[in-house]
């Protein structure tokens, strides 16, 4: 059995693997029992997996090899476990690499990933992710439909 310092990260680098090949349903479902944070106003709520699915599907260019054209690489997790007590938490950083027709390539975006997990029934999950930490923007005319927040 892993331990839970590597089922944690696992997770981080599920998500990216996900992502970078256009499998939006497979990222969602990590998500599915996650509070996903989209703006830290204390008015606006945290939205669900089924929303955040919506959100990738009208908002990330897919091409015409299915994916997105991108590589996101986390890195520099920080991890804090209560093992009694079944959550985790985790600081880590990402950047996303994009080539796509016609281009050389290149950075696109990196920010920061804050997450919290549960372990239940002996498995690790995502129970919350915020993903309002976008500290630095490339050209991203090539992979967003949206201008980013």
Request: charged fraction near 25%; hydrophobic fraction near 40%; glycine fraction near 6%.
């Amino acid at each position: 059995m892993e331990n839970s310092a590597v089922e944690i990260t696992n997770l981080l680098h599920r998500y990216a693997e996900l992502m970078d090949a256009g499998d939006f349903e497979g990222c969602a479902a990590l998500f599915a029992d996650a509070a996903i944070i989209l703006d830290r106003s204390p008015d606006v709520p945290p939205v669900d997996a089924p929303t955040m699915l919506a959100l990738w599907r009208s908002s990330v260019i897919v091409y015409d090899d299915g994916t997105p054209r991108t590589r996101h690489l986390v890195t520099n997790p920080i991890l804090a476990i209560d093992e009694e007590g079944g959550t985790a938490t985790c600081r880590s950083t990402y950047t996303v690499f994009q080539q796509v027709p016609g281009s050389e390539l290149q950075p696109v975006a990196s920010g920061r990933y804050h997450d919290r997990f549960e372990r239940v029934d002996g498995t690790w999950r995502f129970s919350e992710r915020d993903f309002t930490m976008l500290d630095l923007v490339g050209d991203l005319s090539h992979h967003l439909t949206i201008d980013p927040p």
